[in-house]
């Protein structure tokens, strides 16, 4: 029978909260991987019973995400940050296979600026060099301020490349708060529309970071994406592996691709190497894959992305409820534009001197941790992943009630 073994409530953004159920399956699993008399931390990366459970994770994801055969699902290391690099040196290979006779100076690598995660990308970018960026929008020009990355820009602000080798943008930025609407009516939703003249190329070079959303609900037109990768410590496990669904038109010959002048691509960056090994080229973050493999039945077993969908939307729907009650009596402040909230990263701001220490304080209190801000941007931040209760994110809004009431007591003379 399962115990709560001290266990806090983590709304932490990552590392982030797991299942309890799985974690306690997963101890199992240390001890003895598959009845193979052998822990997951220990077998060898290349054992049937191994390789076996890499497929069944494969099929995990293409079924709740349905993913379509023209792409592969891959797995790796370096999490997000590390396909902030692949992403640019293997798209730049494939348009240097596809435009052989044109300088590499024209090549044009096209950027979403949302939020902190794909600013740091697009430097990245910068920085590899390999051709020019354009900013299709940037979410700081239609901030108040000029500086805030609190909005997602509207829909004529947006302004494709012709024909870039890439389109990135990240679907939800865990520091911000902010996330593109699953809505496609919705005037923060992400411009597919536009795309339509952006490109030549019938094969979409679009490439979404979802590593704070990914498995939290269903992706919008997966298949018009050439590249979607997650770090996996959000959604769906420990910190370590990094899953990524690349379309097979962009698993190119690296190699190939530097002889006519591509820069050249480190072997564990390529996604050709991690698709002709089967994402086992060399020894995998097992532990994290296991732990991750895990997660995905209990979500299938659990109804699938549908029930997480709405479960998360109550979810979120609650808590910016609370904000919303909370800045009405001025205690709180919310920090995102109506509309532009992310579901997974609640953020908002606790009103008057000492008021966020004593708001964090009363939450370790009840046991709640893992609600400060980023520190890049401080406030608070309420993440709330799929390991996230109902249950928990009640107790959180109650709190939340409390502290209004607390804060707004009329003082004793």
């Not at 910068?126 to 700081?140: F, P, T």
């Not at 997602?152 to 609407?181: Q, R």
């Not at 209004?404 to 009329?410: L, Q, R």
Request: net charge negative.
């Amino acid at each position: 029978m399962s115990t709560n073994h001290g266990r806090i409530i983590n709304f932490g953004a990552g590392p982030s909260a797991l299942p309890q159920p799985v974690l306690e399956e997963a101890a199992k699993g240390l001890l003895n991987f598959e009845n193979t008399g052998i822990g997951i931390a220990e077998i060898s990366h290349r054992s049937k019973e191994f390789t076996a459970f890499v497929g069944s994770l494969e099929s995990l994801i293409r079924k709740q995400l349905n993913v379509p055969p023209t792409h592969e699902i891959l797995f790796t290391q370096g999490g997000g940050s590390n396909q902030f690099s692949a992403v640019v040196l293997n798209m730049l290979a494939r348009w240097r296979l596809l435009h052989p006779d044109v300088g590499q100076e024209e090549a044009v690598m096209d950027y979403v600026v949302t939020g902190s995660w794909s600013a740091k990308a697009m430097q990245e970018a910068q920085r590899l060099g390999g051709g020019q960026i354009n900013v299709v929008a940037d979410s700081r020009q239609h901030s108040q301020t000029g500086k805030s990355f609190d909005n997602i820009p509207p829909h004529d602000a947006f302004k494709f490349s012709k024909d870039p080798a890439l389109i990135y943008y990240c679907e939800n930025e865990t520091v911000d708060g902010v996330e593109f609407s699953h809505e496609e009516s919705s005037p923060t939703s992400f411009p597919y529309q536009l795309l339509d003249n952006a490109t030549s190329d019938t094969l979409l070079p679009l490439v979404a970071d979802y590593s704070s959303s990914f498995m939290c609900r269903p992706i919008p037109r997966l298949a018009d994406h050439a590249v979607v990768y997650a770090g996996a410590q959000k959604n769906i496990g420990p910190a370590g592996l990094t899953v990524l669904i690349v379309r097979k038109d962009c698993l190119v010959d690296v190699d190939a691709a530097a002889k006519l002048g591509a820069s050249p691509v480190p072997i564990m960056l390529s996604w050709k190497t991690l698709a002709d090994s089967k994402s086992l080229y060399n020894t995998p973050s097992v532990l994290s894959m296991y732990i991750t493999g895990l997660v995905l039945q209990r979500i299938d077993e659990q109804g699938g992305l549908l029930w997480y969908e709405e479960l998360n939307r109550r979810k979120a729907g609650k808590v910016y409820g609370a904000v919303r009650e909370g800045q009405e009596k001025g205690v709180f402040r919310r920090k995102v534009r109506e509309g532009s909230e992310s579901w997974m990263n609640v953020v908002f701001e606790v009103v008057g001197e000492g008021a966020e220490k004593r708001f964090l304080d009363g939450a370790e209190k009840r046991g709640m941790k893992g609600l400060k801000g980023h520190r890049s941007v401080g406030g608070i931040r309420v993440s709330l992943y799929n390991a996230i209760t109902e249950e928990q994110t009640d107790a959180l809004v109650k709190y939340m009630g409390d502290f209004v009431a607390e804060e707004t007591k009329p003082k004793a003379e």
